[in-house]
């Protein structure tokens, strides 16, 4: 498994230096494939053009698509896929399928190279926590997550002070604002209804804080009754009150992503659950002034596990190097690019998301969004939390919970039998033999 592995890349083998710690071949063309989603192309076109500074004989194909699989699965099929895939969206290749088939190289050889212009340092001594935890399977390196992300429940702080309304730190506070809310004429909730897991993400994240880390590790090693373990049980009902209440903005079960991010942001609803890539595939149509801003979950009770700030943070956006890549040397040194400072600060730059880079945001001028991220972040501390199971099982969260989320969001399914769908679909990929089981640790 690797570039090992690949019959292709030796052609575009180079000599191996410190300057050249891949042996790239200085005009060795390099094919990059970008997910044309929240984060647009410019970012990488930037990229490219920094590769090309260091290497000029090499010619670049760029491309952006939002549909990855459909685009990129037939020639990762016939042996002849790109250099690089940012393998993101809701199209996205199955990576853990990807590992299981041999298919990725192993990027250990990019942790342990020196960055392009950090002195002293190896590139793995440059990142946050946690990114190379959730792109390793099995102890090996795969997947280089470029952003940091943090989820959250997102509003506007104008919105809030003009109405004299608080965020709320616990969830008896949040049920008491959200019917203030509505009875000012505004919908308190909104949410992706064509994508609905992302509700699932407060609702996980909700009672991790409430039973604790292990709530996440059951979950993504995939244990008997993970789904329905006490914890789970009072964060379901919890969040089964918005629903019950009518609290949600009608008609949002039929809006995608982008539709229920703009009625929130038009002031059609308070509150929105999504990640921190929001403010920069909101920018075009976010009004002047509204300042939005990420929150954690509101606590439960007296008895959670974790502190209100902590908040969900992790590595996302995904990139990786197939194994049979024609240029598997130019794939990696694409990543060692991405990730020198330089690099880092022009994609915080350019789409308004953390880099990977440790210290990459410092003195940056950051919008309302990401500053708030940055104090999320920081007030969350050594409380920082993730999952990873969509990473391991990614039909689990894209069909299987994103079905059993539909269906109680809009009403249709109890707490109890929310819990028991997801439970179900979690045991099906569980006895399901042809899929590679990763475990956590």
Excluded at 290 to 295: D, L, R, S, T, Y
Aim: net charge neutral; charged share 20%; hydrophobic share 35%.
């Amino acid at each position: 498994m690797g570039s090992d592995d690949s019959g292709d890349s030796t052609a575009a083998a180079g000599e191996k230096s410190e300057q050249n710690p891949f042996g790239v071949k200085e005009d060795a063309p390099l094919e990059v494939v970008i997910f044309n989603g929240g984060y647009g192309e410019d970012y990488a076109k930037a990229h490219e053009a920094m590769y090309n500074e260091k290497w000029p004989k090499a010619k670049i194909t760029h491309s952006a698509t939002q549909e990855i699989s459909k685009t990129l699965q037939p020639r990762f099929v016939d042996g002849s896929p790109p250099d690089v895939v940012n393998n993101s969206g809701a199209g996205q290749i199955d990576q853990g399928g990807l590992v299981s088939q041999g298919a990725l190289t192993d990027l250990t050889a990019l942790l342990d190279a020196p960055s392009l212009d950090v002195p002293g340092k190896k590139v793995r001594d440059t990142l946050l926590p946690g990114v190379v935890d959730v792109g390793s399977y099995d102890g090996k390196f795969y997947v280089l997550n470029i952003s940091y992300t943090t989820y959250g429940i997102w509003y506007s702080t104008k919105l809030f002070a003009d109405k004299g309304w608080t965020y709320p730190k616990t969830w008896d506070e949040h049920i008491a604002l959200c019917r203030t809310i509505k009875a000012a004429g505004t919908a308190p909730w909104t949410y992706a209804g064509k994508h609905p897991r992302y509700m699932s993400w407060p609702v996980i994240a909700t009672a991790i804080k409430f039973g604790g880390l292990d709530v996440a590790k059951n979950i993504d090693n995939l244990e008997p009754n993970a789904w329905k373990s006490d914890a789970m049980k009072a964060s379901a009902d919890a969040w089964y009150q918005i629903v019950k209440d009518g609290f949600i903005l009608p008609g949002t079960p039929g809006l995608d992503h982008v539709q229920s991010q703009t009625a929130w942001c038009q002031g059609k609803a308070a509150f929105i659950s999504c990640g921190s890539w929001l403010e920069n595939e909101q920018k075009a149509v976010t009004p002047a002034g509204f300042n939005m801003a990420v929150a954690p979950t509101p606590s439960l009770g007296a008895s959670d596990k974790l502190p209100f700030e902590a908040v969900r943070g992790t590595a996302s956006e995904p990139f990786i190097v197939p194994a049979k890549a024609k240029n598997v040397p130019g794939g990696l040194e694409y990543f060692r690019t991405m990730l020198s400072m330089k690099g880092a600060k022009d994609f915080t730059g350019k789409v308004s998301a953390l880099s990977v880079v440790a210290g990459s945001a410092d003195g940056a001028t950051l919008g309302p969004g990401l500053t708030s991220v940055v104090k999320a972040l920081e007030a969350s501390g050594t409380n920082g939390f993730n999952w990873v199971y969509q990473n391991y099982y990614r039909k689990l969260e894209r069909e299987l919970v994103d079905a059993a989320c539909g269906e109680f969001f809009s009403g249709r399914t109890t707490p109890a039998e929310f819990l028991e769908q997801c439970q179900k679909g979690a045991d099906s990929i569980a006895k399901d033999t042809s899929i590679k089981k990763y475990k956590r640790a």
